[in-house]
């Protein structure tokens, strides 16, 4: 009889928890849409590669760094796309740009202003030299032994990053306005979810290719397609 009562009891708890999970995303759609951002580049990959000959053995002899990263259809791997102007956005999540195999990884990081938290999972001596304006510059050793450092970035700013240690070593922190962002996948692709419905302006940037913009009109619980064409 106790058993029975149990099993009513949480049966009940499922279906009110069921209940919730429905509710959400109809009142998510009332509010906004999505942005399905297509970013391509008609031309050649770009892969450096270079000889090295310090801290091999975390850093191996050869380095690679692929500036840029052209997949499946021409896509463009990296590009940071933000929805500038849009309200909201929530809170900053909090991103991590490490250092692993003596390269900056993800090569391209992206941020609303807040901390990043620079990693150094290579358990050697690294530095992180930002050549930034609207924000302070930053040129700070990293030790082995210091696995974080979080750094605050609070303008929105297309941010280099460098390693004196290593001089091969190259990667960005994209800081923009707001928590409406991505960063295109292997193929080009990125999604921005819960964007305010109405007309924005769609912001993409590459650390190679430059900027260009487009404007779109999104529409409540509805996803806006749009396609940028990157060009040298
Ligand atoms: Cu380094």
């Known amino acids: 009889m106790r058993r029975t009562l149990i099993v009513v009891m949480s049966t009940g708890l499922l279906v009110g928890a069921g209940a919730l999970f429905a509710l959400t995303p109809r009142a998510t759609a009332q509010g906004g849409g999505t942005i399905e951002a297509d970013v ?6 770009v892969i450096e590669k270079l000889k090295t000959n310090k801290d091999v053995e975390q850093c191996g002899t ?17 590009a ?25 990884q993800p090569y391209v990081v992206a941020t609303a202003p807040g901390d990043v938290d620079i990693a150094n999972s290579d358990g050697i001596l690294h530095n992180v030299h ?8 930053i040129n ?14 609070d303008k929105p700013e297309f941010i280099k990053v460098q390693c004196d240690v290593h001089s091969w070593m190259l990667g960005w922190i994209a800081v923009v ?26 912001e993409v940037w590459h650390p190679e290719l430059g900027k260009q913009t487009k404007e779109v009109e999104v529409k409540a619980g509805q996803t806006t397609k749009v396609s940028f064409e990157m060009k040298k």
């Open 62 to 78: 050869e380095q690679s760094l692929e500036k840029v990263a052209v997949g499946a259809n021409k896509g463009l791997a990296s």
């Open 40 to 45: 391509k580049y008609n031309g050649a990959p």
């Open 130 to 137: 930002t050549y930034s304006t609207a924000n302070a510059a």
């Open 140 to 153: 700070k050793a990293q030790p082995k032994f210091k696995k974080v450092m979080t750094e605050k970035f």
């Open 177 to 202: 306005p707001n928590g409406h962002h991505g960063i295109t996948d292997a193929s080009g692709v990125t999604k921005i979810d819960n964007v305010p419905a109405g007309k924005h302006t769609v």
């Open 80 to 104: 940071v796309v933000a929805v500038a102007g849009a309200k909201g956005g929530g809170a900053a999540k909090k991103v991590v740009l490490d250092q692993k195999g003596c390269k900056f």
